[in-house]
T-cell receptor, first 115, second 112 residues
Framework: EPEVTQTPSHQVTQMGQEVILRCVPI?????FYWYRQILGQKVEFLVS????????KSEIFDDQFSVERPDGSNFTLKIRSTKLEDSAMYFC?????????????FGPGTRLLVL | GESVGLHLPTLSVQEGDNSIINCAYS??????FIWYKQESGKGPQFIID?????DKRQGQRVTVLLNKTVKHLSLQIAATQPGDSAVYFC???????????FGSGTRLQVQP
């Protein structure tokens, strides 16, 4: 069964450094998402992406964040200058269609620790 | 503001019993609801979904009930097994939006 994959599984970085989290969505899916989950808290929406542009973003997704689909398979989340409060699990998700709402399937996550 | 909340943070059941996990939502504009299961260190795993034009949907050992009048969602797991132990999140999707709003989660502990 196709799955969303994410790399790396863990990332440790120094405050102020740039990080890039990578995702490979399910191959025939058209919508891509990033969510985050701070330890012990609920999952929070960051951004959705369709047709090579952001379709929706939350207040969390400020100018320090960016997303990109650099090729036909990868979807990345960049944090330009990490802060301590960016430490969280980051989940990529994808869904199949552009018309109507479809189930979002999540990857295993990248645990980001900012020191 | 919109919110999705869960009534109980932890639910402990005996193996073989039925489990019921509840969720309240406040956004009447939501038309799609999903239950996810999250095991430790893993991403949310889709369990079952329901659209607002339905009040009940059944899967394998799971049933989701939706009561739009009182904005309440429940997940019923039949014959709960040790492998069902996890945190369960309800999530809602308001009409016209792609973003899912997650609840705070209920931890299900299955006692052997």
């Amino acid at each position: 069964e196709p799955e969303v994959t994410q790399t790396p599984s863990h990332q440790v970085t120094q405050m102020g450094q740039e990080v890039i989290l990578r995702c490979v969505p399910i191959s025939n899916h058209l919508y891509f998402y990033w969510y985050r989950q701070i330890l012990g808290q609920k999952v929070e929406f960051l951004v959705s992406f369709y047709n090579n542009e952001i379709s929706e973003k939350s207040e969390i997704f400020d100018d320090q964040f960016s997303v990109e689909r650099p090729d036909g398979s990868n979807f990345t989340l960049k944090i330009r200058s990490t802060k301590l409060e960016d430490s969280a699990m980051y989940f990529c998700a994808s869904s199949k269609t552009s018309g109507g709402v479809e189930t979002q399937y999540f990857g295993p996550g990248t645990r980001l620790l900012v020191l | 503001g919109e919110s999705v909340g869960l009534h109980l943070p932890t639910l402990s059941v005996q193996e073989g019993d039925n489990s019921i996990i509840n969720c309240a939502y406040s956004n009447s504009a939501s038309d799609y609801f999903i239950w996810y299961k999250q095991e430790s260190g893993k991403g949310p795993q889709f369990i079952i979904d329901i659209r607002s034009n339905m009040d009940k949907r059944q899967g394998q050992r799971v049933t989701v009930l939706l009561n739009k009048t009182v904005k309440h969602l429940s997940l019923q797991i039949a014959a709960t097994q040790p492998g069902d132990s996890a945190v369960y999140f309800c999530a809602e999707n308001p009409t016209g939006r792609r973003a899912l709003t997650f609840g705070s989660g209920t931890r299900l502990q299955v006692q052997p």
